[in-house]
């Protein structure tokens, strides 16, 4: 480890928290429907989209309604794209000539996209047509991001209102998401990719004459507006089959430090808006704080080990850290924060193959997927999932303290309680499920390019990052098959509505309950000893997930590693 490399870790941090306050306020504004300065200019667009589509913003919803209307409306944009995708060599602004995509890859594809999870079993330059991309995906990209925002604003109002048999609109809430934040912030990011060399073009393909004289077809696109909305979104999905660590995609140190701001930024936000909406700002900062706990935490263990490198060529020789794997111009500082980032939050994008870090540098990323993706978390879907915990951990302190537990003046009663449960526990059942399952089946076996715990740690990844709808993978595992692109699609659909349907039940529960005003009886949840109960909670509660699959994984492969054996 080096100064220069906390340096940057410290400040990515420091460049968040001084953006948290400005994003949480812009968010705030949406979240109550207050007009903000660029309404001027977008505020007739939306108009628009309300009268072309006969919905009436001002009419709220309930928690049952609102929820129908979200999987209803994602139902349609998956089936959308999957036609698209089947029909992509037939469809215009397809230059290379590229055929449609095969049923199995097509499903996995639209259900990816359409759950923010971002999952590729395809390589993106020799697959998809500009066309698919910028409609087929893209739309998705804005639209799965959106989701996860309107979702978060849902459960906080859930949180907010008293007495209340709605939780606001679904409509409305993602029409403002995307066209006051994600639109106007991609914009910009797209004109400083540009800059930065990533390209943006109808092109399908250049040819250039190498400095050896060679011919080279190098592959265009419009690469910097996927990429801009890709980052901000979590969403992950990479224009080309090398995602992040593509020159194209990310050419320089300082794209690399936008694009891992651009993860985090709004997730940073929502902690200090919910805080807000529930009028006390301190509750936001609390969540953050136990986030940020975790987060350097990860960041610590997976930087140590990829900077300690490799026993086995310590052992012959080779010194220094852990470079395979990793592209040169960012070093080993720059991938393992990228790592941490894009598994914290629900990204899935990769400036390195995590494939090729140590064992436990490799932990950390399945890790961070394992605890819920709620350290920061993807837009939106990191603050609501992390609640689910805040209510688990209220409950056990009412337990301590001998009373009904509260949080944020809501009295937190059985129902939520089983609630929270069961939408939590989607995560190690399905993971731990398929995971068994593949790792019997001959279909499942023969997806794993490595044998032994490394390559039980791919199909183990594979499954964690489709149930948690990241995306990432230890690219060690051939997906493009129909048993793997099935069995993943089902994954993320369960992974993503599974958590949302009990979710939005809590919240219109909790919009249905009278304020309760704390006493001197109540258990504190703003200091030092509600973060670390927090982390505890979400620690024990992640374990049930990591601890049953860390022995025959990462642990294992870290053994082999060492020793030269395998276990």
């Known amino acids: 480890m080096t100064f220069e490399g906390w340096i940057l870790i410290l400040g990515f941090v420091g460049i968040l928290l001084a953006l948290t306050k400005p994003v949480g306020l812009w968010m705030f504004a949406l979240y109550e429907g207050r007009r903000t300065p660029i309404h001027a200019i977008l505020g007739p667009v939306e108009t628009g989209f309300y009268k072309l589509s006969g919905i009436d913003p001002k009419q709220e919803q309930g928690w049952r309604r609102y929820a129908l209307h979200m999987i209803m409306f994602n139902a349609m944009l998956m089936a959308l794209t999957y036609a698209v995708l089947r029909l992509q060599g037939v469809l215009p602004g397809n230059p290379q000539g590229l055929a449609g995509l095969s049923p199995h890859l097509a499903f996995n594809t639209a259900i990816s996209f359409t759950t923010n999870t971002n999952w590729q079993s395809y390589g993106g330059e020799s697959t998809m047509s500009n066309f698919s991309q910028m409609f087929g995906l893209t739309i998705h990209n804005f639209l799965s991001a959106a989701t996860g925002i309107a979702l978060a604003f849902a459960l906080f109002r859930g949180f907010a209102r008293r007495s209340s048999a709605t939780i606001g609109n679904f409509w409305a809430d993602v029409t403002r998401v995307t066209l006051y934040v994600l639109l106007p912030i991609c914009v910009v990011v797209t004109l400083f990719y540009i800059a930065s060399g990533v390209p943006q073009t109808m092109a399908g393909t250049v040819d250039i004459t190498t400095l050896e004289g060679l011919k080279q077809t190098l592959t265009l696109g419009p690469v910097a507006s996927q990429e801009a909305i890709k980052m901000l979104g979590t969403n992950g999905g990479g224009f080309f089959n090398a995602n992040s660590a593509h020159p194209f995609e990310n050419p320089t140190a300082l794209v690399n430090l936008v694009q891992m701001l651009s993860i ?11 805080g807000k909406a529930v009028g006390n700002t301190k509750q936001g900062w609390a969540i953050l704080s136990a ?12 930087y140590w ?7 086995i ?8 850290g852990n470079m395979e794997g990793k592209e040169v111009r960012f070093g080993i500082a720059a991938s393992a924060l990228f790592s941490v980032v894009t598994t914290a939050a629900s990204c899935g994008a990769v400036n390195g193959m ?10 950390i990323p399945l890790l961070n997927i394992q605890l819920g993706e709620v350290v920061i978390g993807g837009v939106g879907a990191g603050i609501y999932g992390f609640l689910l915990f805040a209510i688990l951990a209220v409950f056990v302190a009412g337990l301590m303290v001998g009373r009904t537990p509260e949080y944020v003046g809501k009295k937190i009663e059985s129902r939520e309680v089983k609630l929270a449960v069961l939408a939590i526990a989607i995560l190690p059942l399905v993971i731990l499920g398929f995971t068994a399952l593949s790792a019997v089946l001959p279909d499942g076996l023969a997806g794993p390019l490595n044998k032994g715990p490394h390559g039980f740690s791919e199909i183990l990844y594979a499954f964690t990052s489709a149930v948690g709808n990241n995306g990432s993978a230890f690219a060690g595992l051939t997906a493009n098959t129909p048993y793997y692109n099935g069995l993943l699609g089902v994954a993320m659909w369960l992974g993503r509505f599974f958590i949302i349907v009990p979710m939005l039940a809590i919240a219109g529960g909790l919009a249905a309950k009278k304020y309760t005003p704390e006493s001197s009886g109540s258990f504190p949840t703003t200091g030092a000893l509600w973060v670390g109960l927090l982390v ?21 492969d870290h053994l082999a590693m060492i020793s030269g054996k395998t276990f």
């Open 305 to 311: 080990q990829e900077a300690a490198g490799n026993p």
């Open 264 to 274: 985090f930024v709004i997730g940073f936000g929502l902690t200090w808006t919910f």
């Open 313 to 320: 060529l310590h052992h012959i020789g080779v010194a220094g």
């Open 354 to 363: 995590h494939d090729s870090f140590t064992a436990l540098g490799g932990m």
């Open 291 to 302: 986030m940020l706990v975790l987060f350097l935490a990860g960041v610590t263990v997976t």
């Open 536 to 556: 505890g909670i979400i620690l024990i509660v992640g374990g049930l997930t990591f601890l049953p699959s860390l022995a025959l994984g990462p642990i294992a």
